[in-house]
């Protein structure tokens, strides 16, 4: 069994910032890549950001330069920094991470979601 979980949403105005974890637990041999997507009443799901366990990066074009996606492999977990925050990226945020398990193999797995709000 594998968990994901969120932590770090909330309310902020716009331009301010906001910093997302993600932590897997579990029984896990190696995490691959991990990422966030979010999505917003009405929406699709969109990919918002991207990281292999090598650290290569991809962004949406939509918060290049604004948000910066990183990971601690000795602690499993990913973070996503949200600067220079928009009405616009109100969504419920999510993570994802294409991880090993010892029991289950190779298999995708995502976080229950935490909510960020930006709104004056």
């Known amino acids: 069994q594998v968990q994901l979980v969120e932590s770090g949403g909330g309310l902020v105005q716009p331009g301010g910032s906001l910093r997302l974890s993600c932590a897997a637990s579990?029984?896990?041999?190696?995490?691959?890549?991990m990422g966030w997507y979010r999505q917003a009443p009405g929406k699709q799901r969109e990919l918002v950001a991207a990281?292999?366990?090598?650290?290569?990066?991809n962004y949406a074009d939509s918060v290049k330069g604004r948000f910066t996606i990183s990971r601690d492999n000795a602690k499993n977990t990913v973070y996503l920094q949200m600067n220079s925050l928009k009405p616009e990226d109100t969504a419920v945020y999510h993570c994802?991470?294409?991880?090993?398990?010892?029991?289950?193999?190779?298999?995708?797995?995502w976080g229950q979601g935490t909510q960020v709000t930006v709104s004056s």
């Open positions: 994802t991470a294409d991880v090993v398990s010892l029991l289950m193999g190779r298999n995708d797995y």
């Open positions: 579990g029984s896990i041999f190696a995490i691959n890549a």
């Open positions: 990281i292999t366990s090598g650290g290569s990066t």
